[in-house]
């Protein structure tokens, strides 16, 4: 790269990151800086600590040479010219954003100023922390004329991550100073002007030389807006289509034909009409909750985004009524729980409504063998030890002897299952599947009963529909 710029990362989470190695990737020198020690040996010795498609690749390609891993912030942000600030933003109280990770990152970035500095928000902050963090470096006597601050929010997907950042809808840069802006672009350049795509070895996704990615200047404010308002948009998203769903269920409808229906409108889009347990992972929940809060604090009631929340919340409770229905009874039961990360694709757990749903079943009495392909670590972390919780390293193991399966997450794996063989293994043929993996019909005809999101049971015996009395 002609013209390559020296960055700094600060946080190597699932945004830190891929952030790091797609910044190397399209030519930049980078640092990456973690507090936490365990972490960054991990990284320095060749691990990654997080499970996501192409990134052990990129790290590999660039580690020791454009890329670096280190605690020293200091030092880092010394030999900087932007530091993107990747630091986690979990909810706080009352829906709030907490963003006290932000603020200790920015104290500590003060005394390492020794030049004209680029300070970007990656993480997804609520409106006006851009002039919050220019506060903060004023307060610590940071001259304003050596630094700018940036918002350029982040809109990856976990399990598609490298994809999405080098190959972006958009990127959004939110910014008050030409000279800021120029740096921003020239980081973004590769991707923009299309050399990158023009590479041979180049990671193939949606962009190319011909139709590089689109960059986006707004204001600071309108830039920070933007993520939290598309968040949301997607929330209300899922939250509409599952009350559909709901409603689907209750008059014998089935919610994938009205999904096609309502999607193949192009003002609708069929992208994110997928009923199921409602949406999980870091991002959807607080930032909603915080985009709400910062509605509330300006005096407009978005209260739309509380009924999302409150039907997203009541999808895991319908879930858990259809196992009841279907079980009568749980304490002594053996559920296979298939699925354990919040989507497909990754090992990230955080909110999971799968993780809700198990320990619900845990508390009730079931006992629990469950799979995922990336998750049990972290899940094994995060649900309560006892002798009712196993592990099992197949889908088929977790599904030995079980009185019912449950699908919970969207992997791959658990849409491919030989139901032949599965129906071998398990004690009743009675598949619960929160994410709608298979037609009604073909359970039926494989001799399952088989209950699903949105449509019409199917029955393997007379015996398997639900009693006359709630359960
Ligand atoms: N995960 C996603 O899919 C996604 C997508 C878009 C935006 N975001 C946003 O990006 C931000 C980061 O999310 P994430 O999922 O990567 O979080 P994460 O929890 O995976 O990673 C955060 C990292 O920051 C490190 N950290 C915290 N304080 C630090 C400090 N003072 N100095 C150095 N390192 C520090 C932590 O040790 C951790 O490794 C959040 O605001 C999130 O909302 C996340």
Redesign the pocket.
Known sequence: MSNPVSICV???????LVATACFAEMGHQVIC????QG?VEILQKGGVPIYEQHLPELIMKHRDRRLVFTNR?DEAVERSEAVFI????PLGENGAADLS?IE??VS?ITGAINGYKVIVE???VPVYTNDWIRRVLNRHGVKPQSFDVVANP?????GTAIGDFLHPDRIVVGVDSERAERLLRRIYEPLTEGSYYAQTDAVAGACSAAQPARLLVTSAQSAEIIKHASNAFLAVKISFINAVANLAEAVDADIEDIAMGIGLDPRIGSRFLRAGLGYG???FAK?VAAFQWVAQQRGVNFRLLEETRKINEAQKEIFYNKVLAALWTLRGKRLAALGLSYKRDTDDIRESPAIEIIKKLLTAGAIITAYDPAAMEKADLALPPGERLHFASDLYAASRDADAVLILSDWKEFAQIDLARLNQVVRFPIVIDGRNLYKPEDMRNCGFTYISVGRPATYRAQEDRPGKFPA
């Open positions: 600060i946080g190597s989470g699932y945004v830190g800086v973690d507090n936490d972490r912030l990747a630091v986690g933003t990770y200790a990152v500590e990656k993480s997804t982040e809109f990856l997907r976990e992972g870091s991002s930032d």
